[in-house]
């Protein structure tokens, strides 16, 4: 009888939370409290009026997978990404892969543009988020 009456509270004690987890985020949002609620960033793409493009400072190239140097593929991958106003790259996306995709070459180039270094893009001479697309070569 003790473990049953161990079990069921156990039970109640994690609906309970769970149920808190449920119910809480709503209320804090319902409070319209900005820390709670940070307005959303605007991102903008390259090609709108106003927006100059971020300069790459460094390049860094991308590791050519094993198994395609050995079978001497080449090519270029397109990635779509933003470019951050603090110096960071988020939301990376494979646009165009290489070779179907089979052979790592979009993780190459992914890895490698988040090592980039650059200035970021500006917007009536604030810098702001820009989303644009990057190429990336793989050569032999």
Not at 71 to 100: C, T, W, Y
């Amino acid at each position: 009888m003790k473990r049953l009456y161990y079990v069921l509270f156990r039970h109640v004690e994690v609906l309970v939370i769970q149920i808190a987890f449920l119910v809480l985020p709503w209320t804090l949002i319902s409070t319209g409290d900005a820390k709670l609620n940070p307005k959303p960033a605007v991102c903008y793409k390259l090609g709108d009026s106003g927006i100059a493009a971020p300069q790459i400072m460094q390049h860094v190239a991308p590791y050519y997978p094993r198994r395609a140097y050995a079978l001497r593929l080449e090519g270029s991958v397109l990635l779509q990404a933003i470019f951050k106003a603090n110096g960071s790259i988020d939301q990376i996306q494979v646009i165009k892969p290489l070779h179907g995709g089979h052979y790592g070459f979009e993780n190459a180039a992914a890895e490698a543009i988040r090592l980039w270094r650059f200035i970021p893009g500006k917007r009536q001479g604030t810098s702001v988020d820009v989303q644009m697309l990057v190429s990336v070569q793989f050569a032999l």
